[in-house]
């Protein structure tokens, strides 16, 4: 039984219904936007850590109905929340729920028995441990990075790709190198790197990160998505969060 209240939230111009804690994690556009640049096709799987209560997936699912997402999140409750989301959706049949820990080889296995994936994405906790708020619900709101080190969702994500399959990741600039290094580690290459400014002007606190299973092109980095301008957001960020556009990293 959930002991968190939930709301019910909209996403993707009101396609994607999202219950979710009404206190702790809250969904923010992150992961609307991590999901948007995931190059998935008809057909295809994509393989999600850190599902949380399914909004990043579900957008995903929105763009592209007959594409497949497999999720792996830790926390119960909110495994139990993301199945519920599925079935909110129409979703039961192209969201797969996985409770358990990414590190924990059971559940890596179970992951892999439901692929083959040619996309994997993650909105992965970045705060290191005695960074983020003291009370848990906060803590969780903040995404704070567990016994997990992000080389550990690199290397299981990066693992379960086939070949010439991509990696997406959404990440703040100071994990950045920890983020290249894990993926030169597991054969992930041809990265792109795509900033995420909250305004013309203004130092990015978010980026994309995509990089090809065995690719081999240079870094290169994207001139990116100015979030904001005004009162509200830009016509090219309205595409995406809500008009449910894809978002083209090149």
């Known amino acids: 039984m959930l002991s968190r209240v939930l709301s019910e939230d909209r996403l993707v111009g009101g396609r994607v219904r999202l219950r979710q804690p009404l206190y702790g994690f809250r969904t923010a556009i992150d992961p609307v936007l991590l999901a948007a640049a995931v190059p998935v096709e008809a057909g295809e799987a994509v393989l999600e850590a850190g599902l949380g209560t399914g909004a990043a997936a579900l957008a995903l699912l929105a763009r592209v109905p007959e594409a497949r997402?497999?999720?792996?999140?830790?926390?119960?409750?909110?495994?139990?929340?993301?199945?519920?989301?599925?079935?909110?959706?129409?979703?039961?049949?192209?969201l797969a729920v996985l409770c358990g820990d990414?590190?924990?080889?059971?559940?890596q296995r179970a992951a892999?028995?439901?692929?083959?994936?040619?996309?994997?994405?993650?909105?992965?906790?970045?705060?290191?441990?005695?960074?983020a708020p003291p009370d848990p619900l906060r803590r969780a709101a903040a995404h704070e990075e567990a016994e997990a080190p992000l080389s550990l969702w690199v290397s299981v994500l990066a693992r379960r790709l086939l070949p010439r399959g991509t990696l997406t990741l959404i990440l703040p600039p100071?994990?950045?190198a920890e983020a290249l290094a894990a993926c030169a580690a597991t054969g992930v290459g041809s990265v792109v790197l795509f900033p995420l400014w909250p305004r013309a002007g203004q130092p990015a606190r978010r980026l994309i990160m995509q990089g090809v299973k065995g690719g081999r092109a240079p870094l290169r980095l994207s001139?990116?998505?100015?979030?904001h301008e005004g009162d509200g957001f830009t016509d090219e960020a309205q595409a995406v969060l809500r008009d449910g556009d894809a978002l083209r990293l090149g």
Do not use: C, K, Q, Y
């Open 223 to 227: 001139a990116g998505l100015v979030l």
């Open 69 to 94: 997402v497999v999720g792996i999140e830790r926390d119960a409750e909110l495994a139990e929340i993301a199945r519920a989301n599925a079935g909110l959706n129409a979703a039961e049949d192209r």
């Open 102 to 107: 990414l590190a924990d080889r059971t559940t």
């Open 112 to 131: 892999a028995s439901l692929g083959p994936f040619r996309h994997a994405m993650a909105n992965p906790p970045f705060f290191r441990g005695g960074t």
């Open 174 to 176: 100071e994990r950045l």
